[in-house]
Nanobody, 130 residues
Framework: EVQLVESGGGLVQAGGSLRLSCTAS????????IGWFRQVPGKEREGVSC????????MNLGSAKGRFTISEDKVKKTVYLQMNSLQPEDTGVYYC???????????????????????WGKGTLVVVSG
């Protein structure tokens, strides 16, 4: 059974940093796409960052560019999202999700994306106070 568990959320002041973790189990950690998404009440869920496991390529969308970094630790089967210079608009529940059938971030993120990731974690709350 595929499982994704997020951790690392919390309350931080504007300008601060957090590192989110997504620990995976139930699938090979060689060929996958794992993405981070943010959900704010009343708004559509939006993609933030994505990591393609087969070649280490990454994608950051929107306001994440230049501030967030996504990376992996294959031994720990964990994908991290390092978030710097956090702002109140970064507040939300952050979910990680995995694409295991189509395993390139291009299928899920960006203007040409037309697929949804198949497996989702339960989320971790990030609150940035102004």
């Amino acid at each position: 059974e595929v499982q994704l568990v997020e951790s690392g959320g919390g309350l931080v002041q504007a300008g601060g940093s957090l590192r989110l973790s997504c620990t995976a189990s139930g699938f090979s950690f060689d060929d996958y796409a794992i993405g981070w998404f943010r959900q704010v009440p009343g708004k559509e869920r939006e993609g933030v960052s994505c990591f393609t496991g087969s070649d280490g390529s990454t994608m950051n969308l929107g306001s994440a560019k230049g501030r967030f970094t996504i990376s992996e630790d294959k031994v720990k089967k964990t994908v991290y999202l390092q978030m710097n210079s956090l702002q109140p608009e970064d507040t939300g529940v952050y979910y990680c999700a995995a694409g295991l059938i189509l395993t390139d971030c291009l299928y899920y993120f960006g203007v040409a994306a037309s697929y949804e990731m198949q497996h989702w974690g339960k989320g971790t709350l990030v609150v940035v106070s102004g």
